[in-house]
């Protein structure tokens, strides 16, 4: 049985050698059994610096290499989208917005983007502001996620630049297969396309932490069905109540399976609700990947 883990957001410039062994050192430390996966066949495919590299959100301010015309209003639309449902979340109004827009236009005198590095307009900066007065974690989080869900879902290039790094390691199994933020999403399209192809492969145990398939714009970009596919025979979703990426919300009926599993008892520690570690060593987590596994 492999072991196929699958990283989220904000990996670029990693060792992947040390980020797999850093996910089998939080899985074991979950287990209490130090060791206890020295045996087992994992796999992780490191994608960090692809995705970074073609996506938006650069230093520069540079829209990807190779997006169509139009392609920055049409990114700008899709963060709004995107951080409306955080700021909805967080209880944030509309004149609560529009305020914080006034107020950033009369302190700058004109309209500019504020300390994100690429086209935005006024609704952004003022949702990514207001973020940032709850937590300084939640708008850089938000505004990165969005750009590489963004960058995946939308922009071919980026698309088959992941999927060829991914895809390899989801075409033999069986598989446990542990999928963290944009990975999650990465893993269910992908198993889905597998599925759809008539290539499913069996995957005793699928397990998505921290998974944004809870946001409608990345459900209407990732286009239906969500039904669990035919490969997946457990599905477990493990989310931090706190953990704003998810917005507070399970993987559920109607929209997706009922045979899904839940969990959301869970208190992610440390200062980010959306970091992989605490999900990985919660001991639910970890003894089901080591059951699925026969360890």
Partial sequence: MRLVLLHGINQQSKDPIKLKQHWI?????????????????????????????????????????????GADRAFAEFLVEGLEEQAELEQISRSDIREEQERQTSEAGHFTAVEQGFPMDRRINAIVSLLEKISPFRGDIAVRLLDQAYAYLKQPQATSAVDTKVLPQLESGPMVLVAHSLGTVVSFKLLRALNQSDRTVTVPLYVTVGSPLTLSTVQRGLGPSFETPDSVRRWINLRDPDDFITLNRSLSAPLFSESIENLSDFNNPGKDAHAIPGYLSHPPVAHAIADALNL
Avoid: C, T, W
Avoid at 25 to 47: F, K, N, R, T
């Fill in 25 to 69: 050192d939080d899985i074991e430390e979950g287990l209490a059994q130090p060791g206890a996966l020295s045996h087992i066949d994992v796999s992780m495919p490191y994608y960090g610096d692809i995705l970074f590299d073609l996506a938006n959100r650069k230093a520069s301010g540079a829209i990807a290499q190779g997006a169509e015309p």
